[in-house]
């Protein structure tokens, strides 16, 4: 398992990727859109979280605001996000 904070500045696209690792986000302080395939857009702010499952592709888009998050990795650990080929969102 693996914890950190992540800093995301506003009007960023965080692309379509995907990793072994079970991931949660935890949101501190700003908001964002974040996309999970199978799944409608959600914005999340301060106190909502989000699961991406074990290769589930996902993605992120600040707008006005910045981000803050508190993410936790589950199992996966050692293996990197890769960026996920559009014929894989379809
Ligand atoms: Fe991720």
Same mark, same amino acid.
């Given at each position: @398992?693996?914890?950190? /904070? /992540?800093? @995301? *500045? ?6 379509? %990727? %995907?990793?072994?690792? #079970? #991931? ?16 409608? *857009? #959600? ?6 979280? /989000?699961? !991406?499952?074990?290769?589930? *592709? !996902?993605?992120? #888009?600040? %707008?006005?605001? =910045?981000?803050?998050?508190? /993410? ?8 990197? =996000? ?9």
């Amino acid at each position: @398992m693996g914890a950190w /904070v /992540v800093y @995301m *500045p506003a009007r960023l696209w965080y692309s379509w %990727h %995907h990793h072994p690792g #079970e #991931e949660m986000y935890l949101i501190l302080a700003g908001q964002a859109e974040f996309l999970r395939k199978g799944h409608a *857009p #959600e914005t999340l702010c301060e106190g909502d979280t /989000v699961q !991406h499952e074990s290769n589930q *592709p !996902h993605a992120a #888009e600040t %707008h006005d605001s =910045p981000l803050m998050a508190y /993410v936790v990795w589950r199992n996966g650990f050692r293996t990197k =996000p890769v960026l996920t080929p559009p014929e894989m969102l379809s």
